[in-house]
């Protein structure tokens, strides 16, 4: 069976990981068509033959199979982006003008990360 077998059998509402350059994204397959697989709200265009973005010389997207370990470390990787840019906006903020909901905000935030 060939490595792309997966992509014949996606159906309209099945979910997929969009992989670009920078991030992987959860999102639902939108429209099949014999040749091409339009992902999410943007219908972004895919070969069905390979699972890659038609058109495009550099950065180009391309899917791989949903799984619920490939969806927790997304999850994961999107939660730290989260906290790091978090903690850099504290770092650049003087801690004295935050309000008393933004210092429980940010402490429930590190809390659940185990990090306070």
């Given at each position: 069976m060939s490595e792309h077998a997966w992509l014949a059998e996606l159906q309209v509402g099945d979910?997929?990981?969009m992989c670009t350059h920078t991030s992987k994204e959860i999102r639902r397959v939108a429209r099949v068509?014999?040749?091409h697989i339009l992902v999410g709200e943007a219908?972004?265009?895919?070969?069905r033959k390979d699972g890659w973005q038609p058109?495009?010389?550099?950065?180009?997207?391309f899917l791989t199979p949903y799984t619920p370990e490939a969806a927790d470390a997304i999850?994961?990787?999107?939660?730290?982006?989260?906290?790091?840019?978090?903690?850099?906006?504290?770092?650049r903020y003087d801690v004295d003008r935050l309000t008393d909901d933004q210092c429980q905000s940010i402490l429930t935030l590190l809390r659940s990360l185990g990090l306070a």
């Open positions: 979910q997929i990981i068509t014999p040749t219908a972004v265009r895919f070969r058109g495009r010389d550099f950065h180009r997207a999850h994961h990787t999107h939660l730290r982006q989260a906290t790091y840019s978090a903690l850099s906006y504290i770092h």
